[in-house]
């Protein structure tokens, strides 16, 4: 999520803190057409995540916000996730944050 959120802005002595405290893989689905030499194809769907984004001014915790995506497989999960975060992010203040579609 860290590389999404790049383009952040905030003043001296400002961190953000993210923890993750709700993940789903959802549902695996595992294809065998039943020849032993193909390939198992793998399915990830309606993966979600959950993220307290903490905003800390010199060590101590000044706003929290909450940040919920879900997504198709790992990478449109975290891009999700940084999406969501960067909205929540610039509704609290901070400078417009752009996250690219790499």
Not at 27 to 48: A, C, H, P, Q, W
Not at 53 to 71: D, N, Q, R, Y
């Amino acid at each position: 999520i860290r590389l999404f959120l790049n383009g952040i802005r905030a003043g001296s002595g400002v961190t953000l803190e993210l923890c993750v405290y709700g993940h789903s893989r959802g549902r695996e689905l595992f294809l065998y057409n039943g020849d032993e030499y193909s390939t198992v194809k793998n399915i990830e769907e309606n993966m979600s995540i959950a993220v307290l984004v903490k905003i800390k001014h010199s060590g101590l915790t000044t706003k929290v916000l909450f940040a919920e995506a879900s997504g198709q497989g790992d990478e449109q999960l975290i891009k999700n996730a940084a999406r969501e975060i960067a909205a929540k992010l610039s509704a609290a203040g901070f400078s417009k944050i752009v996250v690219p579609n790499r």
